[in-house]
């Protein structure tokens, strides 16, 4: 399942790790918990490379370089001198906390690339890091949803600069359980490279562990229903939903008729990096992704629910429907947010 996501050095860096690990120190990682780790691993380290590279505009790389299992107290010293930490917690069927440790030279290429600023880490990079890394566990827990069907998601907390000789890092690491579970990295953008740590807390390991096992059970049980008599299998026929609109109200409808909805037109859309929001002023002119005489789409709650052309009722902007989205092209509009 790792190897999905890892090439085969970095898995044959892993196993000795993991080999090292178990006969230098008693804190070594069962094998079902090194191989829950390293796949989490592999979907990190592919989604920083294609989040940052996509951010930045130009080829990011990150490699796994090992798994380690310390103590606590072990791990600042594994640290770089100044570090940027980030903290993260997962939510949902995935409970647990992350640390993520930056050398400050790293996290001011990645934050000041993004925002097109250099210099020192200040607060604008910082902005900058913790949403490039949000898109990055984003990216993550969509793979983990995928693979091991997990519903999960990761809250960034705000950044914090502190030196290798604070208690901080010492008593982040400790917050996350003994033995500190870490995958270090190394991170290329440009010229820059260093150095990048993630640290698991022991409830995250344990999520995944437990959704490594589950997908066995739907297995087995289909195994032993291949074992028994053969039965014809048919596909199954569904008539087609029409196009036209669906006049039939439920009879109660009356009670939620004063609910106000908020109604929505949107004349279009674009994607726009940091540094390029951060240099629009008065005059700036932002090209949309449609064209001119195409209709607006009129959101309700936020779903499309028609289509229709602007308008100028006396000085005030309109829009005249032109087209009711019918039941099925509503579905397909909700599938695709």
Not at 46 to 64: I, M, Y
Not at 78 to 106: I, N, W, Y
Not at 180 to 191: N, P, T
Request: aromatic share 4%; with cysteine.
């Amino acid at each position: 399942m790792c190897a999905e996501a890892l090439s085969q050095d970095e898995i044959d860096a892993l196993l000795r790790g993991q080999s090292n690990a178990a006969s230098e120190d008693e804190t070594a990682l069962p094998p079902e918990e090194h191989e829950a780790v390293a796949l989490y691993a592999g979907l990190f380290r592919s989604a920083c490379t294609d989040v940052w590279s996509k951010l930045l505009g130009q080829e990011v790389k990150f490699d796994v370089e090992a798994l380690e299992s310390l103590a606590p107290e072990q791990l600042p010293a594994r640290c770089p001198e100044d570090a940027v930490l980030l903290r993260l917690k997962h939510g949902k069927d995935l409970q647990g906390s992350l640390l993520m440790v930056f050398p400050v030279t790293l996290a001011t290429a990645l934050g000041g690339a993004l925002t097109g600023t250099g210099g020192e880490f200040g607060e604008l990079e910082q902005s900058a890091l913790r949403e490039g890394q949000s898109q990055v566990f984003a990216a993550v827990c969509a793979q983990l949803a995928q693979k091991l069907k997990l519903t999960t998601q990761v809250r960034a907390t705000p950044t914090e600069v502190c030196r290798n000789s604070d208690a901080l890092l010492a008593e982040e690491a400790g917050a996350l359980g003994e033995p500190v579970v870490a995958v270090f990295l190394r991170a290329r953008a440009g010229e820059a490279s260093g150095p990048l740590i993630l640290a698991f807390s022991h409830t995250v390991i344990a999520g995944l562990m437990r959704a490594l096992v589950e997908p066995e059970k739907p297995r087995a049980t289909q195994a032993r229903r291949e074992t028994g008599q053969a039965r014809a299998v048919h596909p199954a026929v569904f008539d087609e939903f029409p196009g036209a609109e669906v006049k039939a109200q439920p009879p109660n409808l009356s009670f939620i008729l004063d609910i106000g909805l908020e109604v929505r037109v949107e004349l279009g859309r674009t994607s726009m990096r940091v540094k390029e929001v951060l240099e629009l002023g008065p005059g700036a002119v932002i090209e949309l992704d449609k064209l001119a005489g195409e209709p607006v789409d009129l959101l309700v709650n936020d779903k499309l629910f028609a289509r229709g052309e602007v308008v100028v009722i006396d000085e005030n902007f309109g829009v005249r429907v032109t087209d009711i989205v019918n039941i099925k092209d509503r579905i397909e509009a909700m599938g695709e947010a």
